[in-house]
């Protein structure tokens, strides 16, 4: 039971590691390329582990899942604001004014 422990906290670093740190995606022919490739995916691993632990007590898993959410908020906030951008040019459009002057204004409230 121990070495099967152990094996699968193995397992499960080098799926993380492939998942999540982009090991193994090399596609550089050249040998010093590939190791280079592997060295610096498994520093992103141990400079993520270290931080998850001292910061998050999480898995590295969790962490990723936890960024992600993060990146999905960021990217959905930037899609509205491209939106209501977009309307804003529109009712200026419509108004006939001149949304290059308009837009200063109605950002800063004037």
């Known amino acids: 039971m121990d070495v099967y422990k152990i094996r699968w ?4 670093f080098f799926k993380e590691s492939k998942q999540y740190l982009l090991l193994g995606k090399s ?15 498994l520093i992103r691993c141990l400079l993520l582990s270290y931080y998850e632990r001292t910061r998050y007590r ?3 898993g969790g962490l990723f899942r936890e960024l992600a959410q993060a990146s999905i908020q960021e990217n959905l906030l930037a899609d509205i604001s491209e939106y209501f951008l ?3 040019r529109i009712f200026a459009e419509f ?16």
């Open 95 to 110: 108004a006939g004014i001149n949304f290059i002057k308009f837009l200063p204004r109605a950002v800063n409230k004037q």
């Open 86 to 88: 977009e309307l804003l």
């Open 9 to 12: 906290t193995i397992e499960v």
């Open 58 to 60: 999480i898995t590295i």
């Open 27 to 41: 596609q550089s022919k050249d040998f010093y390329a590939q190791i280079a490739d592997i060295t610096l995916a």
